[in-house]
């Protein structure tokens, strides 16, 4: 199998507010590996002093910073105080 280990550009925008910023995700259908793996991929981009509401997901997840600083509160369902 080979593999494409350059950077590529999210091919799928799911949301893009101006002055807020947007949600844009890799599409299996562009890129097989994923499907393949049984992965999902999304980037979101937030602009300055920008809040992103808290969500229960039933799935694994990380996220990342890429530039900037944030700060992450995580309520875990054996512990409901918030660690920050």
Do not use: N
């Not at 507010?17 to 844009?24: A, D, L």
């Amino acid at each position: 199998m080979d593999l494409m280990l350059a950077s590529k550009k999210a091919d799928k925008t799911i949301v893009e507010i101006e002055g807020v910023g947007g949600y844009y995700t890799w599409s299996s259908t562009h890129f097989p590996l994923l499907s393949q793996k049984k992965l999902a991929a999304g980037l979101l981009v937030l602009h300055p002093r920008v809040f992103s509401q808290p969500y229960y997901s039933v799935s694994s997840e990380f996220a990342y910073v890429c530039e900037g600083e944030c700060i992450v509160g995580l309520i875990t369902p054996e512990d409901s105080k918030e660690k920050v």
